[in-house]
């Protein structure tokens, strides 16, 4: 007996190798962290790698997507889309070996709208995976939940209308029985919750916001109002952030054009909202001890620090603790480490802002064009840009660059983790990094 306590005593003091799954757009926590609260994860994730270097698996995605993959019992998902914007696919690829166990066909569309330029594709949302399913969503042309087993189709929705204009972006979020879609296109923007079990519509809410095109004089020249009506000013592409506010309370935070809503998740109730001049925000925002960092927009971007509490209109409140205009993203998303935020411009220039302040700490260029949102797990930030550069950081007030590893082609979706591997989806393929010699082997 003895000697068994003395086991168990044994086998608790000694460090999991925790296998991480990512199961949505920023992994666990929707904020790009590995682990909660701030903490460096234990993993062996690679700091080095190449095309001939700590490659585990190499295996080529059909078509084109930008969406994260999500991992789960070791299985890998993400959808890609003909370049055209025809056909709409799932793809799941096994975790260990790369093999391609399903790609299935889910959607077609005979006259799919133009994108109308080369950042987005018609595979950009990244779908949400739980134990049995994964819900895939690619905006206006189809949603749908399939069997992580099978690939069966257990249910599908294309009756969700948006003129996505630039193609869609927003991801899926899951919340208790619910399915959260947002549709912030040009003519209708909304967020609709669906059952999970069945598909149907449980809540749906339209933004209420006060279009520039409302306030025209008539004295406009037809090419700036055509622009206003028909254009990207009221579109968005972020993906909302539910977080649980001091008091308890469960928030669904969603910038979109005009406006950043919070709602409640479970009944699409508004619950406040702050108004701002600028449209098709995408990053994400993120969130700690009751504060929720969020991007305003991409003409003149801001990213702005928010005291949750207060209800109802909060334009004029003193709820925006301060505001950024420097070097903001206008693609990627936040990251917040330690009280530090760190953000990647488009032309590849590093913020580091302390969160209690919004003041800048150091700001440094490592080069590139991102759209990709960066990680942090083993103790590091990993950045990845459209060239195929990883650039690896160490936080912290003072740069410290700790690699740069380059792959034959860029990344456009946000990286993943599965356990000790770094999960790369670039324009053409899927990668498993891995250490081939981690420490403690």
Not at 40 to 50: F, I, M, R, Y
Not at 109 to 124: F, M
């Amino acid at each position: 007996m003895i000697r068994e306590l003395l086991a168990i005593l044994l086998l608790s003091t000694v460090p999991i190798n925790t296998r991480a799954d990512w199961p949505e757009f920023r992994g666990p926590y929707g904020n790009g962290h590995v682990v909660a609260n701030d903490q460096a994860s234990s993993g062996n994730l690679p700091l080095t790698w190449s095309e001939t270097e700590n490659v585990r698996w190499k295996t080529p995605v059909p078509h084109r997507g930008w969406s994260t993959p999500v991992v789960r019992d070791g299985k890998i998902w993400l959808t890609t889309a003909t370049e055209d914007g025809h056909d709409f696919f799932a793809v799941c690829v096994d975790a260990e070996s790369g093999e391609v166990l399903h790609n299935k066909k889910l959607f077609h569309c005979d006259e799919p709208e133009p994108l109308g330029n080369h950042l987005n594709c018609y595979a950009a949302p990244s779908p949400a995976i739980e134990k049995g399913r994964v819900y895939v969503h690619f905006g206006s042309y189809g949603t749908a939940c399939l069997d992580t087993a099978t690939g069966e189709i257990l249910w599908q929705r294309d009756d969700l209308p948006c003129r996505h204009y630039r193609g869609p972006s927003s991801s899926v979020v899951l919340f208790e029985n619910l399915v959260i879609l947002t549709l912030d296109g040009v003519d209708l923007q909304y967020t609709i919750a669906l059952d999970k079990q069945t598909g149907d519509t449980v809540w749906k809410t339209i933004r209420d916001v006060e279009w520039n095109d409302q306030n025209l004089t008539g004295n406009e020249d037809p090419a700036s109002v055509q622009r206003i009506r028909d254009g990207d000013h009221r579109k968005a592409h972020c993906t909302p952030l539910i977080v649980t506010t001091p008091d308890g309370r469960t928030q669904m935070i969603s910038p979109g054009a005009k406006a950043a809503f919070a709602y409640d998740p479970r009944t699409g109730d508004e619950i406040w909202r702050i108004d701002y001049d600028d449209f098709s925000v995408a990053p994400r925002p993120v969130f700690h001890d009751g504060i929720a960092y969020l991007v305003t927009g991409i003409t003149h971007p801001e990213l702005w620090a928010i005291r949750l509490g207060p209800t109802g209109n909060l334009t004029d409140s003193d709820t925006v603790l301060w505001r950024l205009n420097s070097r903001v993203s206008k693609t990627a998303s936040p990251l917040l480490v330690d009280g530090l935020i760190y953000m990647i411009s488009d032309d590849g220039i590093v913020n580091c802002i302390d969160a209690a302040t919004g003041d800048p700490v150091w700001q440094k260029r490592i080069g590139g064009a991102f759209a990709a949102s960066p990680i942090y797990a083993a103790g590091r930030i990993y950045f990845c840009n459209q060239d195929g550069e990883t650039t690896v950081l160490a936080p912290g007030r003072k740069f410290k660059e700790l690699a740069t590893n380059t792959l034959d082609d860029g990344c456009m979706a946000s990286p993943a983790v599965d356990g000790d591997a770094l999960i790369l989806r670039t324009k053409t393929h899927l990668y498993r990094l891995e250490d081939s010699q981690p420490a403690g082997r």
